[in-house]
């Protein structure tokens, strides 16, 4: 089985329980607080990740660090499961994961916006608006800005991507020029 199939499964375990006892929002909020402590101090993720690490300290180092975060129950039990899986790399997966099972619940869909520059605030209510005529879902917007696109937009609604760029639209164009020569 693959990580992200693993990650999958352990965030939809997760989310089943958490959704069942009103508390998937504050546990969605505390995976990404976890994960984000591992990206931002490495004392608590060198530990966790290294192969020679005794078990018993990376469980000591995983508890320390739910305490110091106050995380709930179910959030330490996940996390003490993947350390005891081996499988702690995988938490900001399962982070993503169950935060997108939370949006889908809610009838949420999030869209990755690439712009070559940054969108005014009206355009950038447009395009939501648009995006959520097209998905027939409510829709948040992630922006990254992106130069080498050149202009225009590039979105993607979970596996679907309409990429409106100048850089797709020339690539377009050189390939009709090709096949007409």
Do not use: C
């Not at 790399?89 to 949420?108: C, D, H, N, Q, Y």
């Not at 969108?119 to 005529?133: N, V």
Request: no cysteine.
């Amino acid at each position: 089985m693959s990580d992200r199939s693993d990650a999958v499964r352990f965030a939809k375990e997760l989310f089943e329980v958490t959704w069942r006892h009103d508390q998937a929002d504050q546990v969605a909020d505390e995976l990404d607080a976890f994960a984000e402590s591992m990206r931002q101090h490495k004392g608590v993720a060198k530990p966790l990740y290294h192969p020679l690490v005794p078990q018993a300290k990376k469980l000591e180092t995983m508890r320390r660090a739910v305490a110091d975060l106050g995380l709930s129950k179910a959030t330490a039990v996940m996390v003490e499961a993947l350390v005891n899986a081996y499988r702690v790399r995988l938490l900001p997966i399962v982070a993503e994961s169950f935060r997108a099972r939370l949006s889908a619940k809610r009838g949420v869909i999030r869209a990755r916006v690439t712009t070559a520059a940054a969108l005014a605030s009206d355009k950038t209510s447009a395009l939501q608006s648009a995006l959520q005529q097209i998905s027939g879902r409510d829709v948040v917007l992630e922006t990254k800005i992106d130069p080498s696109i050149i202009g225009g937009v590039v979105a993607q609604l979970d596996s679907t991507v309409y990429d409106g760029s100048v850089t797709r639209q020339l690539a377009r164009m050189r390939q009709k020029l090709v096949e007409n020569v």
